[in-house]
């Protein structure tokens, strides 16, 4: 199997994994909460704090979606590198309120760790496609910079 197959089927798991967790949170907070690793959870009007973490675990899944439909696989690569952030960053939430260390480590770093790996590789996959020439013969500008200096 190809780099490319390997890093499309990665980043779609990535995508209907994340699409599935964030519609879990919008549809049944108090059912999923309990899976993100933090010892309590808010009650009453906190319970929309949850829904706002299932929302952003939605638009993030359909950002890499968009990217990988449409074919911008480098762009898909530094998504996935930037998004895998908010793992970290739910990671870190985790252990900084005392909660799961297995959770922390088990979902939200792995997830994460996994996100910069499959970007990784994704950008590795497209690195010759980056510098490739252009259309008409001269070499692909690596800076906007060159690309201003070469037109003026």
């Known amino acids: 199997m190809s780099l490319s197959k390997i890093n499309t089927v990665l980043a779609a798991a990535f995508i209907l994994f994340i699409l599935w967790f964030g519609t879990e949170y919008i549809l049944s907070p108090e059912t999923t909460a309990p899976g993100y690793?933090?010892?309590?959870?808010?009650s009453g009007d906190g319970d929309?704090?949850?829904?706002i973490k299932g929302i952003r675990d939605v638009v993030l899944a359909l950002v890499l979606g968009i990217l990988l439909v449409t074919g911008h696989r480098r762009?898909?690569?530094?998504?996935?590198l930037v998004e895998a952030l908010a793992a970290y960053g739910d990671m870190a939430n985790v252990l900084a309120h005392h909660g799961?260390?297995?959770t922390a480590l088990g979902v939200h770093c792995l997830t994460a760790t996994l996100m910069v790996v499959n970007g990784l590789l994704i950008m590795r996959e497209t690195r010759n496609i980056?510098?490739?020439p252009a259309a008409d013969g001269r070499p692909a500008?690596?800076?906007p910079a060159a690309a201003v200096r070469r037109c003026a």
């Open 37 to 42: 690793g933090l010892p309590s959870w808010p």
């Open 100 to 102: 799961s260390v297995a």
């Open 48 to 51: 929309g704090f949850l829904v």
């Open 75 to 80: 762009a898909l690569g530094w998504v996935l």
């Open 141 to 143: 500008p690596q800076d």
């Open 130 to 132: 980056a510098a490739a």
